[in-house]
């Protein structure tokens, strides 16, 4: 059964990088069937796509975004990762990693998301 | 980019029905047959209810309807159940990139 497990540092000053992982375990994060992806939620607010990667590095990114962001695919770890330059504290969120369904965009499998607060 | 347009809150009584639109763009909502909704209960992550519109994963209830008109998408769940009190989010592809609504809480009186 495919499962998704975030991980990464908790707090993180202002201007510092954040950088996430996002373990993928029971199917191949080489799988063809699905983009990998990042999505941020703030507190008591809504759901912000960050961007996906597929397994053979290829990306798309939230253009409100873009700029600060990379995401990047280790196949051999099974893992694909988020980093987020330049923090400030709008970047406080739940970020979740996903699978997303390129058949028909969806976001079919989520992890249980991790907290990132940003604050000096 | 912008987020798609949800009610912040609909409500209704156990039993009844309600509808949330999700209004979007020509070039999301209107455009592509991609919208998909997601419920989400307080600390869970969210679940997926419905995609490409109209079709529900397996194990999603038949109560759970979606469908498209324009640029605005809505979905409705009839009979409804204390189990549906939660968070609503519509979902959209607009081409290499997902746009999301602002969700809309849904209370069941």
């Known amino acids: 059964q495919l499962q998704l497990q975030e991980s990464g540092p908790g707090l993180l000053k202002p201007s510092e990088t954040l950088s996430l992982t996002c373990t993928v375990s029971?199917?191949?994060?080489?799988?063809?069937?699905?983009?990998w992806g990042w999505i941020r939620q703030t507190p008591g607010k809504g759901l912000e796509f960050i961007g996906n990667?597929?397994?053979?590095?290829?990306?798309f990114y939230n253009p409100s975004l873009k700029s600060r962001v990379t995401i990047s695919i280790d196949t051999s770890k099974n893992q694909f990762s988020l980093k987020l330059r330049s923090v400030t504290a709008a970047d406080t969120a739940l970020y979740y990693c996903?699978?997303?369904?390129?058949?028909?965009?969806?976001?079919?499998?989520w992890g249980r998301g991790t907290m990132v607060t940003v604050s000096s | 980019q912008s987020a798609l347009t949800q009610p912040r809150s609909v409500s209704g009584s156990p039993g009844q029905s309600v509808t949330i639109s999700c209004t979007g763009t020509?070039?999301?909502?209107?455009?592509?047959?991609?919208v998909s909704w997601y419920l989400q209960h307080p600390g869970k992550a969210p679940k997926l209810i419905i995609y490409?519109?109209?079709k529900r994963p397996s194990g999603v209830p038949d109560r759970f309807s979606g469908s498209k008109s324009g640029n605005t998408a809505s979905l409705t769940i009839s009979g409804l159940q204390a189990d549906d009190e939660a968070d609503y989010y519509c979902?959209?592809?607009?081409?290499?990139?997902?746009?999301f609504g602002g969700g809309t809480k849904l209370t069941v009186l």
């Open positions: 996903a699978t997303l369904n390129w058949a028909f965009w969806y976001f079919d499998l």
């Open positions: 029971g199917d191949s994060i080489s799988s063809s069937s699905y983009y």
């Open positions: 990667v597929y397994h053979d590095g290829i990306t």
């Open positions: 020509n070039s999301d909502v209107g455009y592509y047959n991609y």
């Open positions: 490409a519109v109209t």
């Open positions: 979902c959209s592809y607009a081409g290499y990139a997902e746009v």
